[in-house]
């Protein structure tokens, strides 16, 4: 007897897998996942290509290697923040207060590493450990009372700021030793060429190796799966991007240890989001609160060890910032810090109503703040355009994601 039944997802993704099999399957499928609604990083690509012609246009110094390597070292610091504001955005919640935690982790760092003596690992051993105390701080209070994290974090914004206050005293900063490794982290260290060049392909690979495996298993279970031609060509073509950028990079000072840290994070990030029991049910809660506790996930430890990653992550980007500046001072993490990590990781992509959300979103949004931050103070402009055009940049994000979802929606219901 012939099967009537009506064509399951599994059957429309079977079908997928032979339409994918060449380049224009690939090419229809990336046009179909944006016309549902999955951007992905596109917008983000689009505006940055802008961004740099419109700068280079206009000041060709913008795209020399050694500005660009100033520009990574800039992103560096607010980028780690920023990466904590993707844990608490994909939950749907957000922390207000991660300006405030770099700058007491700022002051924390000159109190116990030039004040009281402490060795620098120790030092930033209990920054890390005060990041984490704020978190689970705020997620108590989430937990237990049901309090908001928009008001539990502005009232530990301004907590955060009276301690940090408190602690530098009358004298109102702390100048770091400027012959240390921590300032020449901040400032000056750059990796190795033959490392640099070294570790430009390990992407291509980790793609490759992940990808086949990934692709072997999903087949075996009759899902759909891309091609081995497809990772290839995939893995070739980032790799190829990121040899020409660290080329590029070398002809003037190089890579940046500080940013290549700030990438390690982001990678390790990724992986525990997208490859974890852990990773799953951060997307799970924040997709659907009620739903995820109906399936089992343990609801409040998510919360809570989402909150502690963010305070923890604002905290090591206040180290680098006070290393950055060789200072820890009353000034540290106020002005546009706060906007600026919390506007990285909605540019870059993740979403503000929740459940949706990368690592890459703080990588790629920083790096178009920063590029605007730039590119106007070579061209002597003043600040004020900075906060208006990245308001701008930010307003546009958040109203691309609407329509990703409404588009998401409508698809689906189709």
């Given at each position: ?51 740099w ?6 000041n ?29 955005l ?112 390990l ?9 086949i ?16 031609a ?11 991007i ?34 974890t ?28 060890s ?6 923890m ?68 402009l ?33």
């Amino acid at each position: 007897m012939t099967d009537q039944r009506p064509p399951t997802p599994l059957d429309r993704a079977d079908v997928r897998v032979r339409e994918d099999a060449g380049l224009g399957g690939t090419v229809r499928a990336f046009f179909d996942r944006v016309r549902s609604g999955d951007l992905g990083s596109l917008p983000v690509v689009i505006g940055l290509i802008v961004i740099w012609t419109v700068f280079t246009s206009l000041n060709p110094v913008f795209v020399t290697p050694n500005n660009l390597v100033n520009l990574l070292f800039d992103c560096s610091t607010t980028g780690i923040i920023a990466l904590g504001v993707v844990c608490v955005l994909t939950l749907g919640e957000i922390d207000l207060s991660v300006g405030s935690m770099s700058g007491l982790a700022s002051a924390i760092l000159g109190v116990l590493w030039v004040n009281q003596g402490f060795p620098v690992p120790v030092a930033v051993l209990a920054v890390l450990a005060v990041g984490a105390v704020t978190g689970s701080v705020y997620a108590m209070l989430l937990n237990r009372l049901g309090m908001p994290s928009f008001v539990s974090t502005l009232a530990g914004l301004l907590a955060l700021l009276g301690l940090q206050l408190y602690l530098l005293g009358s004298s109102g900063s702390i100048n770091l030793p400027y012959g240390s490794w921590v300032v020449a982290f901040g400032q000056l260290l750059i990796m190795p060429r033959w490392l640099s060049y070294s570790l430009s392909v390990l992407p291509g690979i980790a793609i490759l190796w992940f990808g086949i495996g990934a692709a072997a298993r999903r087949r075996a279970a009759n899902l759909s799966a891309p091609s081995t031609a497809r990772l290839v060509t995939k893995a070739a073509v980032i790799t190829l991007i990121i040899v020409l950028a660290v080329h590029y990079l070398n002809l003037g000072r190089g890579v940046p240890w500080m940013f290549g840290l700030f990438v390690a994070l982001v990678v390790a990030m990724d992986y525990a989001l997208t490859r974890t029991k852990w990773g799953r049910s951060m997307f799970a809660v924040g997709g659907n609160r009620e739903a995820a506790r109906r399936a089992g996930i343990n609801v409040r430890r998510i919360y809570m060890s989402a909150f502690m990653l963010c305070s923890m992550f604002a905290a090591l980007g206040g180290t680098l910032a006070a290393a950055r500046l060789a200072s820890s001072s009353q000034q540290a993490g106020t002005g546009d810090v706060n906007l600026n990590a919390i506007a990285a990781a909605v540019i870059g992509g993740t979403s503000l109503f929740g459940g949706r959300g990368s690592a890459y979103s703080a990588l790629l949004g920083i790096i178009v703040i920063q590029s605007i931050a730039n590119g106007l103070t070579l061209l002597n402009l003043s600040s004020s355009l900075r906060y208006m055009i990245t308001g701008a940049v930010l307003a546009i994000a958040v109203i691309v994601d609407s329509l990703a979802r409404q588009s998401r929606a409508a698809h689906g219901r189709a």
